[in-house]
């Protein structure tokens, strides 16, 4: 596990990174950023030619479960 999350933490900083800035009257501008390098972390995931054994499904499904609260928090005002 620790070397799934030392392979992915690097992976989300750098898109976050990358990720444009907010129109100002967003709402969550933090947390859509979030999403996305969620998003991305996880194609780079499903990507992985090994397993590790089963840490790199662990890691998918941590990841899933971080998209779907994230999703939660956008929908909240």
Known sequence: MKRVLRTVLPVLMF??????????????????????????????????????HGHRVAALKHVDEAIAEAEICMREQ
């Open 15 to 52: 898109v976050a990174i990358l990720t444009p800035a907010a129109p100002a009257n967003e709402p969550h501008p933090h947390i859509r950023a979030a999403l996305e390098s969620l998003r991305a972390a996880k194609r780079h995931l499903e990507e992985g030619a090994h397993d590790f």
